[in-house]
């Protein structure tokens, strides 16, 4: 089941603005594991959106952006579709599972591979030159995709090239921007990637302690622990990339080429899901079925500022994390140069929190396993645009008189 947020290019009405549920697709018969959007050419003169929702139930459903009906079911794959992604120029959809499936906006089948793994493909973007890059098991496929010409009318998807530096399964894989891309495993890998040559930029492995070098014994002990050291997912921004490794959090400078800030208990269980925020903010969701929000500050910062009550205002709800929000260990200090710092602390679900979306302009919207699904609103601005809305409708009233 998949619960409707806001409809097709309008403005948002429903849920993100009231906390109103507008309509739940139903459809699929296990859970949802990829949802994308796939909108229309802007040469196109029928403008018709469509959302495309993959399941463990081995199908791809595709439904209407504006109607919110069902399109199509596609029920031909041999395996559960994992991840999905448009390629926007080429007006084409790719599907990863066991294979690689290349779809047009008609839903006809272009091309794919042959049977890849049985691990199958966990993650997929687009890299420039026409190219794609899946995470299968271990390993980073390079693939192409040919577009018909005059010779030839058929499309094609062709292995380009193998990567194969990671020693652990690939759990988490993003763009970083046009001209990289970064990869993160089950035993805690980083590595960053040229997108236009493929090759590696940056690697890194001891998340879990910043200070130099970590002798043997140590070593067999922390990996034997591998959920706390997994990467579970990225964000980035122009400057770091933010990775969720097994319960912490962790800043990496692209410039600088290593950690800058950390987190190692950021949440009682797996960290599965973050974003960043404006102003240098983090929010994170957890097994433990807790959401927070973390401030990226520089350390000199630290000792004069302590740590803001604002966001509780903002958002109503919170409480400080004592356990969340200690200092960082005298190692850390001297090994990072800025620190994560607990800002707020959303409490509201009983169970995981596997994801959320964040509107700018509308607040967050959080999912649980608890089967609900939360939308939080800023406190802060809501009460200053209901100020605004009291004196619009007192000086339409005629009631609001200012002195003289």
Sequence with gaps: MLRWLIGGGREPQGLAETGEKLLELNGHTQKITAIITFPSLESCEEKNQLILTASADRTVIVW?????????????????????????????????????????????????????????ISALVEIPKNCVVAAVGKELIIFRLVAPTEGSLEWDILEV?????????????????????????????LIIWDALDWTMQAYERN????????????????????????????????????AAVGRGLYVYSLQMKRVIACQKTAHDSNVLHIARLPNRQLISCSEDGSVRIWELREKQQLAAEPVPTGFFNMWGFGRVNKQASQPVKKQQENATSCSLELIGDLIGHSSSVEMFLYFEDHGLVTCSADHLIILWKNGERESGLRSLRLFQKLEENGDLYLAV
């Design 207 to 242: 998340f879990w302690d910043p200070s130099p070098q970590l002798d043997t014994q140590q070593e067999i002990k922390l990996c034997q622990k591998s959920n706390d050291i997994s990467i579970h997912h990225f964000t980035c921004d122009e400057e770091n990339v933010f």
């Design 64 to 120: 209407d952006g504006d109607t919110t009906r069902q399109v199509q079911r596609i029920s031909c794959f041999q395996s559960t579709v994992k991840c999905l992604t448009v390629l926007q120029r080429l007006d084409v959809w790719l599907s990863g599972g066991n294979d690689l499936c290349v779809w047009n906006r008609k839903l006809d089948l272009l091309c794919k591979t042959s049977h890849l793994s049985d691990t199958g």
């Design 161 to 189: 090239k193998r990567l194969l530096d990671h020693q652990d399964n690939i759990l988490s894989l993003i763009n970083v921007n046009d001209l990289s891309f970064v990869t993160g495993s089950h035993i805690g890998e």
